[in-house]
């Protein structure tokens, strides 16, 4: 599990991201709103912990920003702030938790986990989209009833683009998740793997559900309606 902790205060922005690392989450951190916001639009994370009060965009600002672009990552604000009215706020805004400043770092992990037990079992364990058919548990594919063969790494390409279905991945986002790597733009692992999926998704049907999108990236969606 990914997280993402957005916090100017140094010290708090370390003890979290070693605390949480020592409790088995892979654990990125920014120190400023802007910094936080670019990284949570650019990489995939399962959770954002961000604080409110930051130099060059607050809390409220990264939060909104991201929910307007229809980034819907689960989001656990920290904040000194105890204001009734704050807390509100911020869950109207989009957050899926407040923890008040000063917290016990168990109390946190306790927190943390909860959101994201929350958010797994909400993830289905198969995917339908048009007459394509992800079975993630048997890791099976099928298409208009037809078993398509792919891959480890073409399933994985798929199943990313099937939990994010209409929203487009960028290659950075799709080199990083599903091989691990920074992306470079001399790089065309993405793209030859992609020709690969829609060779197989695709081109031997009649409609096509894997689409680019230029300069920006690929999306899954449904065939219009005619």
């Not at 140094?10 to 936080?36: R, Y």
């Not at 989001?75 to 706020?89: G, N, P, S």
Request: zero cysteines; aromatic letters at 6%.
């Amino acid at each position: 599990m990914r997280i993402l902790v957005i916090e100017d205060e140094i010290k708090t922005a370390q003890s979290l991201q070693q605390g949480l690392s020592e409790a088995g989450f892979e654990v990125d951190v920014a120190n400023d709103g802007e910094e936080g916001l670019l990284r949570a639009e650019q990489s995939s994370y399962d959770l954002l912990i961000l604080d409110v009060m930051m130099p060059k965009k607050d809390g409220w600002a990264v939060i909104t920003e991201l929910r307007n672009r229809n980034k819907q990552t689960l989001t656990l604000m920290l904040t000194a702030r105890d204001q009734l009215d704050d807390r509100v706020k911020g869950l109207n805004l989009g957050a899926d938790a407040y923890l008040i400043k000063p917290f016990a770092f168990p109390e946190l992990v306790a927190l943390v986990k909860s959101l994201l037990r929350r958010s797994t079992q909400q993830n289905p364990e198969a995917l339908h989209v048009a007459d394509l058919q992800i079975n993630f548990f048997q890791r099976k594919v099928l298409r208009q009833g037809r078993l398509v063969d792919l891959t480890p790494k073409e399933f994985s390409i798929l199943g990313l683009l099937a939990r994010r279905k209409g929203e487009i991945i960028s290659r950075s986002v799709l080199a990083e998740q599903v091989w691990g790597i920074n992306f470079e733009s001399e790089t065309n692992v993405v793209d030859v793997h992609m020709r690969r999926l829609r060779s197989k998704i695709d081109d031997p049907f009649g409609s096509k559900l894997i689409h680019t999108v230029r300069g920006m990236g690929y999306v899954l969606r449904e065939p219009a309606s005619a």
